[in-house]
């Protein structure tokens, strides 16, 4: 399983942050497979954002749910990510990652696998 984050680097604060996750070597539907959303602010540790069920069914943590919404594209083996209202307290690298049972920690080694990141920056 492949996974490989895109999207812009820079983004105003009040804006939506928008990435997406491509995936290879497996279907986003395979059954039983939950697809995250992790992130890692500067010199702070990775917090789990939400993540989408194989079923389509989608989970957010609470702190965030206000403002996150997670979608996907079955066509295209994407699932994505939007973060409304971006601070920058919103600056930190983004991960998509893999599990085989829904997990609402992030420690590296509860996912099977990880995108690279990718970092995203609010400022105006």
Do not use: H
Request: glycine fraction near 8%; charged fraction near 15%; include cysteine.
């Amino acid at each position: 399983v492949q996974l490989q984050e895109s999207g812009p680097g820079l983004v105003k604060p009040s804006q939506t942050l928008s990435l997406t996750c491509t995936v290879s070597g497996v279907s986003i539907t395979t059954y039983y497979y939950y697809w995250s959303w992790i992130r890692q602010p500067p010199g702070k540790g990775l917090e789990w954002m939400g993540a989408i069920a194989s079923s389509g069914s989608v989970y957010y943590s609470p702190s965030l749910k206000s403002r996150t919404t997670i979608s996907r594209d079955t066509s295209k083996n994407q699932f994505t990510l939007q973060l409304s209202s971006v601070t920058p307290e919103d600056t930190a690298v983004y991960y998509c990652a893999q599990s085989t049972r829904l997990i609402t920690t992030a420690r590296r080694t509860d996912f099977s696998s990880w995108g690279q990141g990718t970092q995203v920056t609010v400022s105006s």
